[in-house]
């Protein structure tokens, strides 16, 4: 019975979300939802499908950006990662104390709004959504120890074989 009671409570928004599709809007507006739709109409779905060019654009940006996203954060961070391992890169503590510092401490919502507007003037551009996400320092760390680790057996059979530090990128 407490299960039952709790799948509705967690139904019950998402049915009302169906039945204020299903009915007119200024009855919606006027006496608030209801958990049948009264009057029906399917006005609201007509609206939907008279703009899906607007929505098929929506769609094809976001696949973009998340294709190219993808793609630049798997770059960046798998050759950040490579370098980050490499026990001849002095600097490697400091460059990776950098990426786990601005992780704890980043500036928030407004500053890096204001950045990517005012200094990168990326307004109205799509680099504008990919850019912010393009280093995770978990995946970069993820990238490191797997570089670390594919670097050290590849190395090891280095004797045997002609690999090349660089092979292991």
């Not at 001849?88 to 990426?99: G, L, Q």
């Not at 045997?160 to 660089?166: D, E, L, Q, S, W």
Request: net charge positive; glycine share 6%; proline share 4%.
């Amino acid at each position: 019975i407490v299960m039952a009671a709790i799948t509705l409570i967690c139904l019950l928004p998402f049915w009302l979300m169906v039945s204020g599709s299903l009915s007119d809007e200024t009855t919606v507006l006027t006496e608030g939802f209801k958990l049948w739709p009264n009057p029906f109409s399917l006005d609201a779905y007509r609206a939907i499908f008279q703009g899906w060019d607007k929505i098929a654009s929506a769609y094809g940006i976001t696949m973009l950006v998340t294709l190219v996203g993808t793609f630049i954060a798997l770059l960046i961070t798998s050759m950040t990662g490579y370098v980050l391992q490499r026990q001849d890169f002095a600097p490697r503590n400091k460059v990776s104390f950098f990426f786990y510092f601005t992780t704890l401490f980043s500036g928030g919502v407004i500053p890096t709004y204001i950045l990517i507007v005012n200094y990168l003037n990326l307004k109205d551009n799509l680099l504008a959504l990919i850019l912010p996400g393009t280093v995770s320092y978990t995946h970069l760390r993820a990238h490191e120890t797997r570089h670390d680790l594919v670097c050290r057996l590849l190395l090891e059979k280095k004797k045997n074989t002609r690999r090349t530090p660089i092979s292991c990128l």
